[in-house]
């Protein structure tokens, strides 16, 4: 925007000239790599609902200001498979793409980077938490806050339950391995025990022995410590409607309370099954996920994405939203179309955004500085099961609130 001041007597009047940035014009690609099928694909329908909301925001902002540039999302589907996201990362090289939103994964952010960061493609991932990704002046920037944040908060969360030794459950990939050392490293710092868990192969489609191996763990802990002071801790994505399923056979399981992540709140499947829904209640399956600042704008696109899908969005799908409207503004900077120069002012930019998520200040590793979490849980209301939050988790006062009593 450029600020013309016209001198006409008597009076001085100040207008605003739009004037369009250097350098762009004509439609601009945004690659979006996302999971729309696979363990996450109801967060991938979220997303991809958000962008295609916040493209049509943006171009019609372009348009009223008189900037000759459009947004075009060239939109891919990563099946959460690290493979197949560099595949189509690649192809959008190939089509002259230099951003891309997405990622959704923490082992598809890991298999990408050093493609991205060899050539210089800027990726916003909007839930990539594992803490080994943090890594300054790379190419990668993540919307959320990374494991050593979400770690703690599942840890108070156990803890506060009265829970004192868990067996944690977890998917062996970057995120899983690290969201279960972070939680696990502070749980025993408050003083809990963590007992021999199961690491499951991400590629597992099946879990009979696991759950079978579980059950004879969670008998054994629960005659030697009681069933109040013994919990699950399990770290999947939507995999999860599988092992519940089969979870569900054995009546033990259901005796002790489990604890969940971001990779499963939410989740629409575990909603529409009945068993794993009544398995979740009978557990009281608490997850942690990444608190969005309330806001009329957070309540815009909230509805929004309802009106569409039926559902409230997850936090991600905020973040995505908000990744679009970062990159925009940090290329209407620069006056054009390069990684590189985005990358420079973007956390700037970043920094002084109040999006749908809240404020966006990123830290020395690209990643999302602060970190508190809301709880969710599947409840049965007025015969039909559906998520609520039951609590928030405040990283300030490292202490849980709870709304409602499971």
Known sequence: MATTTVTAPPTTVTKTVTAAAPGLSGEIPIGVVIGLTGPLSTYGENEKVALEIGAKEINDFLK???????IKLLIEDSEIKPDVALEKLKALHAKGVK?????????????????????????????????ALAIPDDYIFRFCPDDTKQGPAMARTIYDTGVRYVIPVWRGDPWGDGLHEATIKR?????????????????AKEFSAEVKILASKVEDAVKKYGADK???????????????TQASDYP???????FGSDGTCLSKPMIEKEAVAKFSVATKFVNTYFAPAESPKLVKLRSAVEERLGRIPDAYAYNAYDALWVVVKSMLMVGKYDAEAIKAVLPTVAASTFGASGWIKLNEAGDRELGDYDLWAIILKDGKYQWAKVGYYSATTDSVTWFVKL
Do not use: C, Q
């Open 99 to 131: 951003v891309v939103i997405g990622m959704m994964s923490s082992a598809e952010v890991k298999h990408v980077k050093s493609y991205a960061d060899a050539n210089r493609i800027l990726i916003i991932s909007p839930s990539s938490t594992a803490p």
């Open 230 to 244: 013994v919990g699950v801790y399990y770290v999947a994505f939507e995999e999860v409607v599988t092992f519940f």
């Open 252 to 258: 033990i399981l259901s005796k002790v309370r489990w």
């Open 64 to 70: 009223k200001s008189g900037i000759p540039v459009t």
């Open 187 to 203: 749980f025993k710092e408050l003083g809990g025990t963590e007992l021999e868990g199961i690491r499951y192969s991400p590629e």
